[in-house]
């Protein structure tokens, strides 16, 4: 496959990516904005090309600029590295948030325990959509609308625990 091909097939699975429902209503509730979330997510996929180091001029390409003039894709390098360094900050600010509740004991609490299982809950579904994603196989209908049901059942927990009440003591 060619350098370019690879890039459009990135570009088009960070797409996907980044428009599955249950990414969509994550996204909504991080402190990740839309452009530092595309921007994190493509270079974690580049730099998953088979050890080849990609420059940041080429992955700056692949983002999407959101001009209402011009739809064609890619942002400056430096609007990229600005966006790529937010996100970064802010992932780091999100584990040292559940580091500082762990320490302090907090994390076990029922209340915070639903995360932990939302988090299997996702992780369950993930594996079973990949099962799906990669049998050669036509999935029976019985397979989609289970997977179906978990997904909406997801997205319930999820605007649930969205909510500043879901950190209220039980």
Known sequence: MSRKNEVEETRSWARRMLQDPITQILAEN???SPVQLETLVLDYLIDGFGGKRIDYQTK???RAKKSTKHKQDGVSRGAF??????ARRNVT????TLVLLGYLGL???????RYQDLAEDIRSYAREYDIIATNSEK???THLNT???AQERILQLIESLAQPTALKPD
């Open 139 to 141: 999935p029976t209908p």
């Open 81 to 86: 590295n600005r966006s790529l360094a937010q």
């Open 107 to 113: 994390l076990d609490t029922p209340s915070l325990m």
């Open 147 to 149: 997977l179906k049901q």
């Open 30 to 32: 991080s402190q990740l």
């Open 93 to 96: 600010k999100s584990v040292f």
């Open 60 to 62: 700056a390409s692949l």
